[in-house]
């Protein structure tokens, strides 16, 4: 059974930190990644790991800022996001996929959590 549970949201002041989880099952996938969608917007990627050569991918506005990173043995991926900004308030998404599936095109993501909402103040 396909599941993706994430943990770790909730409510910070700009330049705080905070790490979110996402444990999976079902599958042994090679995409899993962070989305965010903030209301009123688009759903978009936010960092993405290929699993099996750890190559990652973020979007600029992150870059410098926030971490992918995997424990193969929980099968568990993280977001650990630094020096957060109120622009980075949305809800936090985990995905996977079995196959390559690209940062910027989320429809490609075949498996999804259920979310986690990150609310950064000023």
């Known amino acids: 059974q396909v599941q993706l549970v994430e943990s770790g949201g909730g409510s910070v002041q700009a330049g705080g930190s905070l790490r979110l989880s996402c444990a999976a099952s079902?599958?042994?996938?090679?995409?899993m990644g962070w989305f965010r969608q903030a209301p009123g917007k688009e759903r978009e990627g936010v960092a993405v790991m290929l699993t099996g050569s750890l190559t990652t991918y973020y979007v600029d506005s992150v870059k410098g800022r926030f971490t992918i990173s995997q424990d193969n043995a929980k099968n568990t991926i993280y977001l650990q996001m630094n020096s957060l900004k109120p622009e980075d308030t949305a809800m936090y998404y985990c995905a996977a996929d079995r196959y390559r599936a690209s940062l910027y095109r989320p429809n490609e993501w075949n498996y999804w959590g259920q979310g986690t909402q990150v609310t950064v103040s000023s």
């Open positions: 079902g599958y042994t996938y090679s995409s």
